[in-house]
């Protein structure tokens, strides 16, 4: 129940401190620091992404007109612009990142059997991608991508169960996305679904020798021997399914094993794409689903850009940037365990929305989720409506 708490002190009451003051510990976070430590600092930037906030002045000026209100909500210091852009420039960025994989972890229990394919395959499903995130070449010269601009790039392993992060990096726009593949390690009897942009046989040999399963699109330059010609089973969707093997010296050294290639027609745009999978078992229809949940991660890119502040930063150094995403990161994590540990039945973006306007109300968390207690009349989207 209850007992007279602020909305958003009951959102970071589900968070086990300990794991956060570990990382704390770790990374000597707290050393010498007087004032705005780094939970406060959490959750001060955790509030300018749940009120949408645009600026370190506008979050000042928000946070001075509930000054009463955030001594009861855990920031017990006197938050200022400057004070604020200090944290952001000095304050690790590991102390988030390493929290935001512990919750990574708690979050993917909680989401476990949530996808109906991962149910039939009795298997962990799993997209993996990244977005770039376009920033000012005069204001991030660190951020090295192209001549004309600079960016950062945020790499994503998904379980498409939840759609919950289960790994997450963020470097330079200049990294080449495949090389990041270097930094998972491939779970026995997983399928990872990615782009032709992850094709590189040395690296999908290494999954084959993980005995996982990888689904990808087939490029058109790749050269290869049909050795069997498979069942399509009549169905006008299969074009071919075929066993391959790799033709070139050096791919063929690289991933010296079969390969499975399947032509499939998608019956809604009509357009014709080609997968490559190592999965010999399942069917061409099975390995076509499969690959259509890889669009899970594109649209989890498109949700997070949408919904937190991601877009428009506080601080222009290396170390402000990764401690504005990896909070973001972390925020999106504690909503998802919210919705579950409180059973609630919206989408994250409904509940960011209320949650925005509900921060500082003194009433039980369930209440403000409650259809019953949301007047038909009051809007909580930021779009306009048309009628």
């Keep these: 129940m209850n007992q007279g708490k602020y909305v958003f002190a009951q959102i970071f009451d589900i968070i086990k401190m300990y794991d956060f003051k570990k990382y704390v510990t770790l990374y000597n976070g707290d050393y010498r620091v007087k004032t705005l430590s780094c939970w406060e600092h959490f959750l001060v930037m955790s509030f300018a992404q749940l009120s949408y906030r645009e600026s370190l002045r506008d979050i000042e000026y928000c946070l001075v007109s509930i ?25 690790d960025y590991r102390i988030y990142a390493d929290f935001a994989f512990s919750l990574m972890k708690a979050v993917a229990s909680l989401y476990k059997g949530d996808n109906v394919l991962s149910k039939e395959l009795n298997s962990v499903i799993y997209a993996f991608d990244s977005t770039t995130i376009d920033l000012c070449l005069h204001l991030f010269p660190w951020a090295t991508f192209r001549t004309t601009k600079s960016a950062v790039k945020m790499h994503v392993l998904l379980n498409v169960a939840g759609s919950i992060p289960e790994f997450v990096n963020i470097t330079k726009g200049s990294v080449q996305d495949v090389t990041e593949m270097d930094n998972i390690g491939f779970i026995s009897g997983c399928y ?10 040395d690296r999908l040999y290494r ?15 790749m050269s290869y021997e049909i050795t069997k010609q498979l069942d399509t089973n009549s169905n006008p969707a299969i074009l071919k399914d075929e066993l391959v093997k790799l033709k070139r010296w050096h791919t063929r050294r690289w991933y010296p094993a079969e390969l499975r290639r399947i032509e499939y027609r998608d019956a809604i745009c009509g357009k014709e794409l080609v997968f490559l999978t190592n ?18 991660v594109e ?12 877009k428009k930063f506080y601080g222009n150094s290396d170390n402000a940037v990764k401690v504005q995403l990896w909070i973001a990161v972390c925020d999106y994590l504690i909503i998802a365990i919210l919705k579950k540990s409180i059973s609630v039945d919206m989408s994250l973006t409904q509940m960011l929305q209320i949650l925005s306007i509900s921060l500082f109300e003194r009433i039980d968390i369930k209440e403000i989720f409650n259809p019953s207690q949301i007047s038909e009349t009051k809007v909580i989207s930021k779009q306009a409506t048309l009628f």
């Design 279 to 296: 999965s010999m078992e399942l069917s061409a229809e099975v390995i076509a689903r499969l690959y259509k949940e890889r669009w899970k």
């Design 192 to 201: 990872y679904l990615m782009d032709k942009a992850y094709i590189d046989f």
């Design 299 to 310: 649209l989890f890119f498109k949700w997070i850009k949408q919904n937190l502040r991601i």
């Design 67 to 91: 000054r009463h209100k955030l001594y009861h909500c855990g920031i017990k210091s006197a938050v200022s612009r400057s004070t604020l852009a200090d944290a952001n420039e000095k304050r």
């Design 207 to 221: 999954i084959e020798k993980s005995k996982a399963f990888f689904v990808t699109r087939a490029k058109g330059n």
